[in-house]
């Protein structure tokens, strides 16, 4: 298991379900974009494990009930 690991973690979850679109029509992505961009969140500021594990939590809260 990838416990430990953001990267991992993100890339199984989306395996499992590959991305789909909201009822805006955007993917998880495209709303974590929009998050870091409003919140001012990056890479370079919060380090590479910090943004990562954001990442991972943003698009895990994201999906519907159910999903994988």
Known sequence: MCYGDPDQLLAQLLHAAPPATGSNGHTAEDDFAHFCAYSGLSEDIAGHSAFAW???????????????
């Open 54 to 68: 954001a990442r991972c939590a943003y698009i895990s809260a994201w999906r519907p009930r159910g999903t994988p």
